[in-house]
C-alpha cells in the first residue's frame, strides 16, 4: 500500500481498521487537545466534516482546533471534552 512508506495518507474512514490490524495506533501518543481531538476523530474514522456535525460545530473550527487554535469558547471546550470522554458520539 502506498501509505506504509509514507507516500499517500489513508482516507479517514479506514482508520479504525488500521488501528485493529496493526493492533495500536499509527501516531505517537496525543498529548495535546489538538492531538487528542484528531485521535480520537479518526480512532472513530469520522471526516472533519462528520465530526464537525457531532459536535454542532463548522469543518473550519474541527481543522483550527486540531491545529491548536482553540477552542476558545467555553461551550465549544465542553463539547471537545464530551468527545473525547466518549459522552458525544456519532449518531
Known sequence: MK???NRHVPD???YPGIIRFLGREPWPEPLTVA???RAERLRQGLTC???AAVLQADDA???AWERGDGP???IAKAKVEAFLTG???PR
Do not use: C, G, Y
Open 72 to 74: 476558545h469558547h467555553q
Open 87 to 89: 459522552a458525544t458520539r
Open 49 to 51: 466534516a462528520q465530526a
Open 35 to 37: 492531538d487528542r481531538l
Open 61 to 63: 473550527s474541527i481543522a
Open 12 to 14: 479517514d474512514r479506514f
Open 3 to 5: 501509505w506504509e512508506p
